[in-house]
């Protein structure tokens, strides 16, 4: 079979031609796919820095209900938690509140998407 040069033309044009579809598909469904996968990394990340600092707090209200208040004056004061775990959380504050009738233990971050802020509260024993 004898190809003539005007059939391996409209060959090349079938080709190019079903090779841009393929590109288009496949950035048609390629970049939606990238951008839930770069959702679902920050909401890993928001979730994981919620996960440290409840993990700060819960351990910090622990020590504070067992007898660590009685050594804190009433009012707003910056807390440094005693945990190494802190150093993977972003820039924020931790922040003690107590009142003549309770503790108030709360982290707030300093960027906005950084897991929100963990508050726990506690009533003094008496």
């Known amino acids: 079979m004898v190809i003539t040069f005007h059939s391996r033309s409209r060959c090349r044009a079938t080709l190019i031609t079903e090779l841009v579809i393929a590109l288009g598909i496949l950035a048609v469904v390629v970049l939606p796919m990238s951008f839930s996968f770069y959702a679902e990394t920050r909401l890993t990340r928001v979730s994981y820095y919620r996960a440290v600092a409840l993990e700060i707090v819960d351990g910090e209200m622990e020590v504070l209900r067992a007898g660590g208040w009685k050594s804190i004056a009433e009012g707003v004061h910056a807390f440094i938690p005693h945990g190494r775990s802190a150093t993977n959380l972003p820039p924020g504050q931790f922040l003690l509140t107590r009142t003549p009738g309770a503790i108030r ?15 726990r509260e506690t009533p003094l024993p008496k």
Do not use: C
Not at 106 to 119: C, N, Y
């Open 105 to 119: 233990l709360e982290w707030r971050p300093a960027e906005r998407h950084s897991g929100g802020g963990v508050v």
